[in-house]
């Protein structure tokens, strides 16, 4: 009888579990706007670029509504824990120290790490290569924590925003800037702003700072609910030539993730 009492209580509670769990109709999406050619502000004020496109595709795929909730980059994983926003989507690598924080979809795409530096200036991506350099970062990335723990000899500037980094590295204020590749060529390079510079070094791949690739950031609690229709979106956009022919507008090389998904 105990036993009987004690599976269906078990039954019950399984039921309203599921019962209770969100169906995700409606979400609000963590975005940066501040990293283009992934996320910006167009001159009309509003949102755009390969990731905005992208997440519109996978609510589209999800039959969600989704409202866009701009934030500074180191703000996006306090807006989730405080319930602020319900998922992260604004180049968030997959790495090790924030899979103890938030939980993640599959990647979605995967880039490597470049410096940028004035044209012509020989700089190589070590410690010695960067030896009395200053080196400006985007603060709470991961291109910040592979420069503290890599560039030794150098002194690590960080700002708020990308934005803030090419201006100062502009002026001289810094020596060079640790970023995303494809947001270094289109964020900058490819700009008037931009004249002058280019990427310094070889492309810099570690898996284990910069992670598998890109994913959704979600709350743990959500990762079963949330996280397996994001799967499910990210592999039908893939499937269907969506994500390549957003991927093709944007950028003139691949961008798919390196890992099996």
Known sequence: MKKFALL????LAATLAQAQAPEWKKLRIGVEGAYPPFSEIGADGKLKGFEI????????????????VQQDFDGLIPALQSR????????VSI?????????????????????????????????AGL?????????????ETYAAKTFTQSEIVRYASQDQVFLDLKSGRIDATLMDSPAGDF??????????????????????????????????????????????AIDAVQANGTFKKLADKYFDYDIAPRTKQ
């Open 84 to 91: 602020k926003v319900d998922a992260i989507f604004a180049s």
């Open 95 to 127: 790495t090790e120290e924030r899979q103890k924080v938030i939980a993640f979809s599959k990647p979605y795409y995967n880039t490597p790490a470049r410096l940028i530096a004035k044209a012509g200036v020989k700089l190589e991506a070590t410690a």
């Open 131 to 143: 030896k009395g350099k200053k080196i400006g970062v985007q603060r709470g990335t991961t291109h």
């Open 187 to 232: 964020g900058f390079l490819k700009k008037p702003e931009g004249k002058g510079f280019a990427f310094a070094g070889a492309a810099i791949l570690d898996d284990k700072i910069f992670g598998a690739g890109t994913g959704v950031g979600m709350r743990k609690a959500d990762e079963a609910t949330l996280g397996k229709k994001f799967n499910a």
């Open 53 to 68: 496109e992208l997440v519109q595709a996978y609510c589209a795929e999800m039959k969600a509504q989704c409202t866009l």
């Open 8 to 11: 269906s209580t078990l039954a």
